[in-house]
């Protein structure tokens, strides 16, 4: 405390802007962290959280801005130096060393002593037992972590940043794979920790939790600041309104399209390899299904069971109400079922291959006569989508690589439009992409829709799926929580489900209070 | 036109491969012009013509992301089958068919292992070519092969007509895997597995069959391979093959043929094979210590690999 009484920031970030390629994650976002205070952060996937926390851990090296802890200004903030002041981080994804034990691992957590003093096991092993049970884990140190599973490296994770004696520790999500008991743990070590004086920034979906733990809580959105209240202030209807409202920057081209028959159908289909439950939903010809939910709600895993990339333990899928089977990619192509995947650059072009080897990839066959490739037809085919598709490209003998990333997924696109299917498999469509080549994109979902596509278009960003969608299915948690009408879904509604709510539920909240 | 590393920028490596290639050649025709004696330039082509045919089956395995070394020993075990085949009166057909056949066979075993296990296809090689090494010295006991028929050598054909017949066949397969690697659908199918196994699965190819059937066609080549060795001798050696492996993945390497898979043409690999086999009796014509081969070799391979990882870098 200073002279005036008040508690004095240990972390202040000012005035913060990062952009990646173009593409603004924040916008001078400013925020502040006391010592002995748990604030909560809040926003939408890609409002800004994570590029936000990792300015703080030093992995991220801000464009604008000013970063002070203490008062003292960082200059230079890396990881290293984050790490000397105490500044530790629990990511969502535990970042821990297969091959090593707890121990070990924990002990790589803990200050080094130089590189050529002796490690004392003995001693790494009795801290690392007495860290685990300081968050109640039955956990044997001397395990292999590859061994453990989801929830239990969790907990290492979270032991390991506690061994680390940090005065700033950062928790991304640490509950989403925690049982309740394990939770109820988890906020005992917070609150001992808050009353020793440590800072604490909390990520959560789980909106429901924040009361329990947060002193204060801060909402982004598209990278920038929407607000700091005091937690008592706010309920989850509150925050759920903070969170949303992205701004809708483009118009959508969408268009009206006179819809046909049921073309594809899922029934209470369980895949139990990809977590995804009993699901259910259809789509007609000439609709566009958005597919919404929070990352890790299954909605990737959705897709990829529909293709034939994963069994189906129940459940059936139909196809113009005729029931089909899809074990492996190839006979979903041969019913028509196309998967433009997440993450092109890994999977959804290759790379080294030309602009025409690309689109023709899942069409050998017809570009080809007993297996020899007829190069006159491939050039005409790839020639056709180029122009159709508005590929901006050299020439179609161009690497793939060599494109801009629109350019590129309009290529992913061609491949899959060769194989002439009725039913459309989009990921993430236009992720990471330029505004103009999204709305191109967009335009030419609405095209293929009027020529009778069934599409499902999987997208984190609200807007899109509102300004695109016929309909939307909202997962959570690998299940279909609801269904909803282009006319009646908003914003709020539609994140009310993703996060597990129940519309009713945020009703009641929002007239009773937190 | 669209086929895969079109264009001149994406041939870069086999051009300077090439020009280097021409330049040691050049060099030879000043410096030491007996090196151009028809007759030695004969038994130069016929003894790289027979790397040449398994170059070709292990340019398309580094393709597609994957490696063979027990390519060595699937040569000894196949010459010592030619022999023995040979030497049991089969006509001449029989001998190949069955020799290739053997091949085919042992590849079949690493394709089995490392496309239907999935296992990691350095380890799995490295295992077989232990096994099948063992394998034959446990059987044969190092013994040669002696007594073989009249009509094995050189195919009966004498030794000019057998020899240009050797090349002739490296010839002919080396065109019509180059033709089919650039023109059938399946050639394409082995650069998309290399460069991007998942992505080739959610195209809908099949990458396990196409991994198979080239560690079954590496075994072909292979048996192909140690017949036409076999044939320019009157016994068989049971130690052919030995460092066979590292011959023909260097050429591929030289070649161009990026040893993280999707990318290299055979043209490239028929460069290399040229540029390591000549550069040794080179160096023996210019003057120097015929030890300095290996080391000269080494270098080049570095020098590509090196040039590899800058051009990488500038990318």
Not at chain 1, 6 to 30: E, H, P, W
Not at chain 2, 261 to 285: D, K, M, Q, S, Y
Not at chain 2, 292 to 299: D, I, M, P, R, S
Request: overall charge neutral.
């Amino acid at each position: 405390m200073d002279e005036a009484g008040t508690v004095r920031a240990l972390l202040k970030l000012t005035n913060i802007s990062k952009a990646y390629a173009g593409i603004q994650a924040l916008r001078g976002v400013s925020f502040d962290l006391k010592a002995g205070e748990v604030h909560a952060l809040v926003g939408e996937n890609g409002a800004g959280k994570s590029t936000l926390i990792k300015t703080i851990t030093g992995a991220v090296v801000p464009d604008e801005g000013t970063i002070e802890v203490d008062g003292q200004l960082i200059d230079e903030n890396n990881p290293s130096t984050a790490r000397n002041l105490r500044i530790r981080a629990i990511y969502q994804q535990p970042a821990l060393f297969p091959d090593l034990t707890v121990t070990e691992n924990i002990a790589l957590g803990l200050e080094p002593e130089g590189s050529w003093r002796r490690v004392r096991w003995g001693r790494r092993r009795a801290q690392a037992r007495a860290l685990l049970d300081r968050i109640g884990a039955e956990i044997d140190p001397e395990t292999e972590v590859r061994r453990l599973t989801m929830p239990e490296q969790q907990l290492v994770e979270i032991a390991r940043a506690l061994g680390a004696d940090s005065r700033i520790l950062i928790m991304d999500e640490p509950t989403a794979s925690l049982s309740e008991k394990e939770v109820d743990n988890l906020f005992r070590v917070i609150r001992e920790l808050r009353s020793e004086g440590v800072g604490i920034i909390y990520i959560s979906h789980r909106l429901e939790e924040l009361p329990k733990v947060a002193d204060r809580v801060t909402a982004l959105r598209d990278g920038t600041l929407v607000g700091t209240q005091p937690m008592g202030s706010v309920n989850r209807s509150d925050l759920i309104r903070m969170m949303v409202g992205r701004e809708i920057s483009a118009v959508f081209p969408k268009r009206q399209v006179a819809q046909g028959d049921t073309r594809f159908e899922v029934r209470g289909m369980t895949s139990k390899a990809e977590g995804v439950h009993d699901v259910s939903f259809s789509v007609r010809s000439g609709e566009i299904l958005g597919l919404a939910g929070l990352i890790g709600a299954g909605r990737t895993e959705l897709a990829r069971t529909l293709f034939g990339l994963s069994p189906i333990d129940a459940g059936e899928i139909l196809l113009d109400g005729k029931p089909i089977r899809i074990a492996n990619p190839g006979e979903a192509v041969s019913h028509g079922i196309a998967y433009v995947p997440e993450d092109r650059r890994r999977h959804g072009v290759i790379l080294d291959m030309s602009v025409a080897d690309n689109s023709t990839l899942a069409v050998l066959k017809s570009i080809s006569n007993r297996g020899w490739l007829n190069f006159g037809k491939e050039a005409a085919l790839a020639a056709s989508f180029v122009e159709r598709l508005g590929v901006k490209t050299a020439s179609i003998a161009a690497p793939a690589g060599s494109l801009s990333g629109g350019n590129q997924q309009k290529v992913a696109l061609a491949r899959w439009l060769a194989t002439e299917p009725s039913v459309l498999i989009l990921d993430e469509p236009t992720q990471g992409i330029d505004v103009g080549a999204k709305a191109e994109i967009h335009r030419l979902m609405c095209d293929l829709a009027e020529r009778g596509l069934a599409i499902i278009m999987i997208s984190s960003e609200l807007p899109e799926i509102l300004g695109m969608s016929d309909r939307i299915a909202v997962m959570h948690a690998g299940q279909v929580v609801g269904l909803v009408d282009r006319t009646s879904a908003t914003q709020e509604n539609l994140l009310a489900m993703a996060l597990g709510h129940t519309p009713e539920e945020l009703a009641q909240s929002a007239g009773v209070g937190p | 036109m669209s086929r895969p590393g079109s264009g001149w920028n994406r041939h870069l490596r086999e051009w300077s491969v090439a020009l280097a290639y021409l330049v040691l050649l050049v060099l030879l025709a000043f410096l030491a012009p007996a090196f151009y004696k028809p007759d030695y330039l004969r038994g130069l082509l016929v003894s790289k013509s027979t790397v040449l045919i398994a170059a070709v089956g292990m340019t398309l395995v580094i393709v597609a992301r994957q490696i063979d070394i027990s390519v060595g020993s699937q040569f000894s075990v196949c010459g010592v089958i030619a022999g023995l085949l040979a030497q049991s009166g089969l006509p001449m057909p029989l001998v190949a068919l069955g020799t290739v056949l053997a091949g085919s066979l042992m590849g079949a075993c690493n394709g089995v292992l490392v496309a239907l296990l999935g296992l990691p296809s350095i380890v799995v090689t490295l295992a077989t070519m232990a096994i099948f090494r063992e394998t034959l010295r446990w059987w044969r006991e190092g013994e040669f092969v002696f007594g073989l028929p009249a009509n094995f050598q050189w195919f009966g054909l004498g030794q000019q007509t057998g020899q240009w017949a050797i090349v002739a066949v490296a010839g002919v397969v080396f065109c019509v895997a180059a033709w089919s690697l650039r023109n059938l659908a399946g050639g394409r199918a082995v650069y998309a597995v290399g460069s991007d196994q998942e992505a080739a699965r959610l195209a809908g190819l099949k990458p396990q069959a196409v991994v198979f059937a080239i560690f079954v066609g590496m075994g072909a080549m292979v048996g192909l391979a140690s017949l036409l060795n076999a044939v320019q001798f009157g016994v068989v050696d049971p130690n052919s093959g030995v460092g066979l492996e590292l011959q023909v993945i260097a050429a591929a390497v030289v070649g161009g043929t990026a040893i993280s898979g999707g990318r290299g043409t055979l043209i490239g690999t028929l460069i290399g094979v040229a540029l390591l086999g000549t550069i040794g009796p080179a160096l023996v014509f210019l003057g120097f210590e015929p030890q300095w081969e290996k080391a000269v070799q080494g270098l080049i391979i570095l020098a590509a690999v090196a040039s590899d990882a800058v051009g990488g870098r500038k990318r």
